[in-house]
């Protein structure tokens, strides 16, 4: 099995970060890319590039745990103004979605609570998720969003 730090582990993620995670320009789009890439029968990071080998795919899902580790200790510590532009800037680049019926989705499907890493755990997770509340609140204003639609 190759060890954390090998060079075999390195080309992974110069790889990942060079071809994926480079082209996304927010941190919170690169948040929701490396959550959607775990998954969530196993936890094991998954991605299409990776070596179809056992030890490949270790060590592909050890690098994008620790990118998608890394990317949310960054997030977690900035203030809320400069997530609520991050979050702006995700919002932008998404092409061909209604703005409003897109908050209104976060708004009762929670998708942000499922982009926290499985390794972080009580205060770092709970000021993302209110953190993000704020910032869904600010949103909802913004795109005016009444309240979630529970039959949508």
């Known amino acids: ?9 390195q080309n992974v993620r110069e790889t990942l970060w060079t071809r994926d995670l480079a082209q ?7 948040l929701v890319y490396l959550a959607g890439l775990r ?3 196993t936890g094991r990071y998954e991605h299409y590039a ?7 795919s270790l060590i592909t899902s050890r690098a994008l745990k620790r990118f998608h580790e890394a990317i949310f200790r960054e997030w977690i510590t900035h203030p809320l103004e400069r997530k609520k532009a991050d979050v702006d800037l ?39 998720i209110s953190d993000f509340e704020a910032i869904l609140g600010l949103l909802k204003n913004v795109y005016g969003v009444a309240s979630p639609d529970p039959n949508a």
Not at 1 to 8: C, D, N, P, R, Y
Not at 50 to 56: I, L, V
Not at 92 to 108: N, Y
Not at 122 to 128: S, T, W
């Open 1 to 9: 099995m190759l060890e954390k730090g090998s060079i075999a582990e």
């Open 24 to 30: 996304i320009e927010s941190s919170y789009g690169k």
């Open 39 to 41: 998954n969530p029968d």
């Open 50 to 56: 990776s070596n179809s080998s056992y030890s490949g």
């Open 90 to 128: 995700y919002i932008t680049g998404i092409d061909q979605v209604d703005k409003a019926e897109l908050i209104d989705a976060w708004l009762r499907l929670t998708p942000y609570k499922n982009l926290v890493p499985a390794s972080i755990q009580g205060p770092e997770r709970e000021k993302h």
